[in-house]
T-cell receptor
Framework: DAKTTQPPSMDCAEGRAANLPCNHS???????VYWYRQIHSQGPQYIIH???NNETNEMASLIITEDRKSSTLILPHATLRDTAVYYC????????????FGKGTTLSVSS | ETGVTQSPTHLIKTRGQQVTLRCSSQ?????VSWYQQALGQGPQFIFQ???????GRGNFPPRFSGLQFPNYSSELNVNALELDDSALYLC???????????FGSGTQLSVL
């Protein structure tokens, strides 16, 4: 079973920041938080991952709470193309371990 | 575009038949994973191959089997198809000991 809890759906206006929450209260010290997204009719796409520090790349920012029990994925200026299912995954940072997907959050960006 | 290609894109089979799905990894990637995604669900891990050997397996019966070839391309074989095998099958490639998986667009399998 997935070790994360996400809201089933969220809405966001185009151009605004989209903040997607994720709870992972049972996360272990050696588990990373990963975010992937899946646009309709495509395979999942890697967005970002982190262990305990906040991370930023060209796609998004990842904010992890100090106790590591929750995190937030931030898309700073959402566009219509960001409409997708967003998956928050915790995973041991070791090759060979699988990604355990939950049902994710369906983000709908509208104009 | 991830550089991971899967074929065919769609397939219809009858219960009891066998099916082979194919995946071409992104150039330079030596690890391939297969996932099954039922409608409305997140992908579920089937297995992973590294250097032509199975390197991890999810909760799937033995009738799900795989191969990885020296050029790192891969096949997923499913025997004795059941109606519940209807799903999107996703292939993902990566470099061993790296964190990112690159997924193909999948093969949509329908079992009638």
């Amino acid at each position: 079973d997935a070790k994360t809890t996400q809201p089933p759906s969220m809405d966001c206006a185009e151009g605004r920041a989209a903040n997607l929450p994720c709870n992972h209260s049972t996360i272990s010290g050696n588990e990373y938080v990963y975010w992937y997204r899946q646009i309709h009719s495509q395979g999942p796409q890697y967005i970002i991952h982190g262990l305990k520090n906040n991370e930023t790349n060209e796609m998004a920012s990842l904010i992890i709470t100090e106790d590591r029990k929750s995190s937030t994925l931030i898309l700073p200026h959402a566009t219509l193309r960001d409409t997708a299912v967003y998956y928050c995954i915790v995973r041991v940072g070791q090759a060979g371990t699988a990604l355990i997907f939950g049902k994710g959050t369906t983000l709908s960006v509208s104009s | 575009e991830t550089g991971v290609t899967q074929s065919p894109t769609h397939l219809i089979k009858t219960r009891g038949q066998q099916v082979t799905l194919r995946c071409s990894s992104q150039s330079g990637h030596n690890t391939v994973s297969w996932y099954q995604q039922a409608l409305g669900q997140g992908p579920q891990f089937i297995f992973q191959y590294y250097r032509e050997e199975e390197n991890g397996r999810g909760n799937f019966p033995p009738r799900f089997s795989g191969l990885q070839f020296p050029n790192y391309s891969s096949e997923l074989n499913v025997n004795a198809l059941e109606l519940d095998d209807s799903a999107l099958y996703l292939c993902a490639s990566s470099l061993k000991d790296t964190e990112k998986l690159f997924f193909g667009s999948g093969t949509q399998l329908s079992v009638l």
